[in-house]
């Protein structure tokens, strides 16, 4: 069964961090298209957070340069993203996802990510 397992989310306060873990069973984030993260706060749509194309070139939103790091473990087949100087609009449902083609667009379950003081 193909799944992405997502870890990590949770309660941070301003300026802390956090890291996310995207483990995939069942397909090789290795050979994906593109592997990220994406994040939805209540009432608004799925933004791009981060995304990571096969040959390892990485996209940020301008929202999160220089905060927030993608990386990709092909060994441990786990994508992992480091949240750094934390902000509370940055509070939001973190979904992984892995692209493998038009008809193979894989998303995790999502993990809350709260911040707060």
């Known amino acids: 069964q193909v799944r992405l397992l997502e870890s990590g989310g949770g309660l941070a306060q301003p300026g802390g961090s956090l890291r996310l873990s995207c483990a995939a069973v069942?397909?090789?984030?290795?050979?994906?298209?593109?592997v990220g993260w994406y994040r939805q706060a209540p009432g608004k749509q799925r933004d791009l957070v981060a995304t990571?194309?096969?040959?390892?070139?990485?996209d940020y939103a301008d929202s999160v340069k220089g905060r927030f790091t993608l990386s990709r473990d092909n060994a441990e087949n786990t994508v992992y993203l480091q949240m750094n100087n934390l902000q509370p609009e940055d509070t939001a449902v973190y979904y992984c996802?892995?692209?493998?083609?038009?008809?193979?667009?894989?998303w995790g379950q999502g993990t809350q990510v709260t911040v707060s003081s």
């Open positions: 996802n892995a692209n493998y083609g038009e008809e193979a667009d894989i």
């Open positions: 069942g397909v090789k984030v290795s050979v994906a298209l593109r």
């Open positions: 990571m194309a096969r040959d390892g070139s990485t």
